[in-house]
């Protein structure tokens, strides 16, 4: 343990049943979790995963700090790092004890080509020594409370068992299981039928670890219907639902003008963010933008017709003009 005082494990403070942002790179940026936030937020936030070493390096570490950037409204929120170094997953650890979050999660899920050839993500199932050293060095250099998300193994599903066991044994205050393998990319659907036999691997060796489960869950409606079958389910995490729904926190179900009221504070957002970015000699780029057009426009008549318009645009004045001739 540091020297920091205790911190209180803010997932032992949660609902009974908690909903999760899913960590998605690119996506879940400070920007785009203020959106969610306005939407309807979920019980916790994850931010995109940094890596433990860019943040080491004298280069990377500007970068690093700009992506763990937070607010103090976005609480509960998870801070969640990758890499292979367990001495540079104690200095990040270190330094994220101060810095606003509540916990901290460690990736040992990505399937990301270059993310595995770096040691980290997905290949850390084949490297369990390592990865149990690196869960150490997290915890012994902060008072956050440590969780992982993964997968049910790198190649074959029967590699859970020992997998999750593993990690089970490591004491950890969460842990997110994304029902697939690494193999399987996102290609297959999500083995909920597997779902009883992680919860007996939970009961039996840790029981004080919250289980939150992943994959093709999109809304709150999918998410009590598995809390029904499955009521010992800790929390459910949904990523690619909030495409088709930001909503998908929530019972509401929105209509065309709250989606586009929605797209118009995003670009509020997003220039605010830009302006800040490049007053701190960075860039906050455009193009990323165009991925989410469709969150807001989307499944109605002349949707796709608008969205190819939005495309055209280079600026988000030009976005603006285009919603106001709607
Ligand atoms: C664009 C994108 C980026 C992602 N980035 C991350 C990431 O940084 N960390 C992580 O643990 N998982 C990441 N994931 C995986 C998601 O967190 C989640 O496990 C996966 O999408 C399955 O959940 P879903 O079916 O609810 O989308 C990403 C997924 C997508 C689609």
């Known amino acids: 343990m540091s020297e920091n005082a205790p911190v209180a494990n803010f997932w032992e403070e949660l609902p009974e049943h908690f909903s999760v942002l899913a960590p998605m790179e690119g996506v879940t940026d400070i920007v785009f979790r203020r959106v969610v936030a306005r939407a309807g937020r979920p019980d916790v936030f994850f931010t995109e995963f940094t890596n433990v070493s860019s943040f080491a390096s004298e280069k990377g570490r500007h970068d690093a700090l700009e992506r763990l950037e937070t607010l103090p ?16 997953f104690g200095e990040l650890a270190s330094a994220l004890s101060e810095m606003g979050f509540s916990g901290l999660d460690i990736n040992m899920g990505c399937p990301d080509r270059h993310v595995n050839k770096a040691g980290g993500g997905a290949a850390m199932i084949k490297t369990p020594e390592l990865a149990v050293e690196c869960i150490r060095a997290a915890k012994e250099a902060t008072n956050l409370p440590v969780s992982v998300k993964t997968r049910l193994g790198f190649t074959y599903l029967e590699e859970f068992h020992d997998w999750l066991k ?31 036999e992680i919860l007996e691997l ?24 598995l809390w029904k079958k499955y009521p010992e389910i800790d929390g459910i995490m949904i990523g690619r639902g909030v495409f088709k729904n930001p909503y998908c ?26 302006k800040k970015l490049s007053e701190n000699g960075s860039r906050y780029p455009f193009e990323p933008l165009k991925h989410f057009y469709k969150v807001y426009f989307n499944g109605f008549p002349g949707a796709s017709e608008l969205r190819a318009k939005l495309m055209e645009a ?12 709607l």
Do not use: C
């Open 73 to 88: 409204e976005e609480a509960p929120i998870v801070a969640q790092i990758w890499g292979k170094n367990p001495e540079h």
């Open 249 to 274: 926190f929530t019972d509401h179900e929105p209509t065309r003008e709250e989606l586009t009221d929605l797209f118009l504070y995003h670009l509020d957002l997003y220039d605010a963010r830009a």
């Open 314 to 325: 280079k600026t988000t004045a030009e976005l603006r003009e285009i919603i106001k001739s």
């Open 202 to 225: 939970r009961n039996e060796i840790a029981p004080d670890t919250k289980l939150i489960i992943n994959g093709d869950i999109e809304d709150l409606k999918q998410a009590r219907e």
């Open 166 to 196: 593993l990690l089970l044994e490591q004491n950890l205050a969460a842990l997110t299981v994304h029902l697939r393998t690494r193999k399987e990319m996102s290609k297959v659907g999500a083995h909920f039928e597997l779902i009883p």
